[in-house]
T-cell receptor, first 115, second 114 residues
Framework: DAGVIQSPRHEVTEMGQEVTLRCKPISGHNSLFWYRQTMMRGLELLIYFNNNVPIDDSGMPEDRFSAKMPNASFSTLKIQPSEPRDSAVYFC?????????????FGAGSRLTVL | DQQVKQNSPSLSVQEGRISILNCDYTNSMFDYFLWYKKYPAEGPTFLISISSIKDKNEDGRFTVFLNKSAKHLSLHIVPSQPGDSAVYFCAASAQYTGFQKLVFGTGTRLLVSP
């Protein structure tokens, strides 16, 4: 298994531009999570999906952020328009949600720099 | 409001000695706790976990201790090795969320010197 695949690994853009981050979860996993890592706040949960359905988006900072999961093998996180304060590393993670504890497997992250 | 706190941004220890990483939480509903390790340019990887029904869980050189009354947990690494140098994140979840919402701390950077 190739693990959780994220693209792009690095993105540099200018303020006001649209940014789209992509994620392919582990095959067979039915939950997908988007996290953002910053120095000040650590890893923040932005949104998560179960069986492609958004369950909790309370961590999405503003309406400029949106996430979709059109099928079990693909998700996107979009920022439109982007701002310098959005600069961070964005991680996607997946897991199998059943009973009991939930251990996430993370991708390598997408480092976003907004100038 | 940071529900999971790692108050030490960094820790330096010598190879062979014990590393102790600490974590505090404020939400009494949390009942499952995890530690993740992160190397540069990689995603966090799961290390060890503990349920609130236990006060200790051990896996090789790694032991996690949970003190529910103090809302405190710690990760012990014995003996520490240079390859353990990484950022360690503490995370917590609650059964009422189906254990799905992992709340992470800000991380502690561990440096193990030869």
């Amino acid at each position: 298994d190739a693990g959780v695949i994220q693209s792009p690994r690095h993105e540099v853009t200018e303020m006001g531009q649209e940014v789209t981050l992509r994620c392919k979860p582990i095959s067979g996993h039915n939950s997908l999570f988007w996290y953002r890592q910053t120095m000040m706040r650590g890893l923040e949960l932005l949104i998560y999906f179960n069986n492609n359905v958004p369950i909790d988006d309370s961590g999405m900072p503003e309406d400029r952020f949106s996430a979709k999961m059109p099928n079990a093998s693909f998700s996107t996180l979009k920022i439109q328009p982007s701002e310098p304060r959005d600069s961070a590393v964005y991680f996607c993670a997946s897991s199998f949600y059943g009973t009991g504890a939930n251990v996430l497997t993370f991708g390598a992250g997408s480092r976003l720099t907004v100038l | 409001d940071q529900q999971v706190k790692q108050n030490s941004p960094s820790l330096s220890v010598q190879e062979g000695r014990i590393s102790i990483l600490n974590c505090d939480y404020t939400n009494s509903m949390f009942d499952y706790f995890l530690w993740y390790k992160k190397y540069p340019a990689e995603g966090p990887t799961f290390l060890i976990s503990i349920s609130s029904i236990k006060d200790k869980n051990e896996d090789g050189r790694f032991t996690v201790f949970l003190n529910k009354s103090a809302k405190h947990l710690s990760l012990h690494i014995v003996p520490s090795q240079p390859g353990d140098s990484a950022v360690y994140f503490c995370a917590a979840s609650a059964q009422y969320t189906g254990f799905q919402k992992l709340v992470f701390g800000t991380g502690t950077r561990l440096l193990v010197s030869p």
